[in-house]
């Protein structure tokens, strides 16, 4: 046999032992499509029904005061979880990327996107609700209210009350009493330096003008 056709022979034989080393016959095994009719099954369904008691990893929530804000169908008074430093910081954190938007960094419900024209919520600072149970607050945050959305998806469970937890600090920020605090506190109150003035508040900027609306570029 000549060289060149010993070259031939083996190409052929290389090819063809890389088209067996290929070949997956996986993708032709038998399968069951969801939805589709089958035989393997005397009810005829390809999909079978979950077993009765099945619950989706991470949705066995039977602590109705944390993931709820409710106990007995009524709002908890109290924080389901410790409250510290660490809660408030990151409270202050979720709230200022999620809340302050509409109601500002103080709780006062002035921010940037109510100064473009959208809804304004209340204050925070309004004796309805700094007197609210804290399960209200959570409520809303998961459930929404009025023309607030609800926010159940974009923040989890612990960061809401973080959220709430931060909400009732600005309003204790806000009205607190001289008489609540103890001696040693209000000394140090005393020795504090007198807080400089507040600048003057910069004016709104015009509603930016929607195209196709009154007034607005067409």
Avoid at 31 to 46: L, M
Avoid at 89 to 94: D, F, H, P, S
Wanted: aromatic share 8%; charged share 25%; with cysteine.
């Amino acid at each position: 046999m000549r060289n060149n056709e010993r070259l031939v022979v083996l190409a052929v034989a290389l090819v063809a032992m890389v088209g067996v080393a290929c070949r997956q016959d996986m993708h032709d095994a038998p399968r069951i499509k969801a939805y589709a009719e089958t035989d393997a099954f005397p009810d005829g369904r390809g999909m079978r029904p979950l077993p009765d008691g099945t619950v989706a990893r991470g949705f066995l929530r039977t602590d109705s005061r944390t993931f709820e804000g409710r106990q007995g169908g009524v709002l908890v008074t109290e924080f389901p979880l410790a409250v510290d430093a660490a809660l408030l910081a990151r409270g202050r954190q979720r709230y200022d990327i999620f809340c302050s938007p509409c109601h500002d960094r103080s709780g006062y419900g002035a921010g940037m996107v109510v100064r473009r024209g959208y809804r304004a919520p209340p204050s925070f600072h309004v004796d309805r609700l700094r007197d609210a149970p804290v399960g209200h607050i959570y409520d809303v945050i998961t459930r929404g209210f009025g023309s607030m959305p609800d926010y159940a998806s974009q923040i989890d469970v612990n960061d809401r009350w973080a959220i709430v937890a931060y909400v009732r600090a600005l309003q204790l920020s806000q009205s607190a009493r001289l008489d609540a605090l103890t001696p040693e506190e209000r000394e140090r109150l005393n020795g504090m330096p007198e807080a400089p003035a507040a600048p003057t508040p910069t004016p709104a900027p015009a509603p930016f003008p929607i195209p196709g609306a009154e007034g607005g570029p067409r």
